[in-house]
């Protein structure tokens, strides 16, 4: 089984790229982050007429996750239960299903915009609650994964120059034991393999020439228990599906199962 996760940057506007894609890839299940649309205006006919079965968690904001399956999308769950809310409401960033005998979240964990902003906390209180949401699927016995933007780079390999974040969120002590206490539900970061150069990072900014350059940042990430760990024969970055016109800032991360 192949399964994937993808900040699309608006599905809306990446829609043609993401079906081509989704074609040429072979990819059985797509995790989605940062749709940016309604539930009403997701593209949920073009993906069935692909033979994709879709879950979407939206409210046409910035924010928006999805589950894309064409092999099968069984006890969905909107949301993130027991989650912060931001501005008074809870925000559209998590959805659970079982597919192909997998359980999956795609997760767009909140940006934190500056260490000094309110959002920051928030980010961090979301974090926790989305350790406490997933404890028990993380220490059971079928394969598990939590996969998307984490906003966060585990490691200071994993941002192409670490003095340059100084002092900025997704680098922080803080931001890293949250991830840290993720793992020790039973959860282990899934690395993929870059196509290019040495390090496989998963998103490079719009401006300064970023992705020529391979200024980027790993920061979409696959976070899988024991057996869907146990079960992964290659993980790749996507690296060709950053190119071009109309492209995302991020890439694809791939990650091949044998369940």
């Known amino acids: 089984m192949r399964i994937a996760t993808w900040n699309v940057n608006s599905i809306t506007a990446r829609l043609p790229r993401l079906l081509a894609w989704l074609q ?3 990819t059985d299940v797509l995790c989605v982050q940062e749709t940016k649309c309604t539930a009403e205006q997701f593209p949920a006919d073009e993906l069935r007429e692909l033979g994709y079965e879709s879950a979407v968690h939206a409210d046409g904001r910035w924010n928006g996750v999805a589950l894309i399956s064409r092999v099968g999308l069984a006890d969905v769950v909107k949301g993130l239960p027991g989650g912060p809310a931001y501005d008074g409401a809870q925000e559209p960033r998590a959805i659970s299903a079982t597919c192909g005998g997998a359980r999956l979240w795609s997760v ?5 915009r500056e260490v000094t902003h309110d959002h920051y906390a928030y980010k961090l209180e979301w974090l926790a609650a989305l350790k ?3 404890a028990a699927d993380a220490a059971g016995a079928l394969p598990f994964a ?9 490691a200071d390999e994993d941002v192409w ?3 340059v974040f100084e002092g900025s969120t997704h680098v922080t002590e803080p931001e890293r034991a949250a991830l840290a206490a993720l793992r020790e539900t039973g959860l282990t970061d899934v690395v993929p393999r870059p196509l290019k150069y040495d ?3 998963t998103y490079w900014d719009y401006r300064q020439l970023a992705f020529p350059k391979n ?10 228990n024991a057996p869907f760990a146990a079960s992964v024969k290659d ?5 060709e599906e950053r190119k071009g016109k109309g492209a995302s800032d991020h890439a694809p991360v791939v990650v091949d199962l044998d369940v």
């Open 108 to 112: 767009y964990v909140p940006n934190g």
């Open 235 to 239: 993980g790749y970055v996507d690296r």
């Open 199 to 201: 390090h496989p990072f």
């Open 146 to 154: 939590v996969l998307g933007d984490y906003n966060i780079a585990p």
């Open 24 to 26: 040429s890839s072979g």
């Open 132 to 134: 406490t949401a997933v």
């Open 215 to 224: 200024r980027g940042m790993r920061i979409d990430l696959v976070y899988g």
């Open 161 to 163: 120059d670490r003095s």
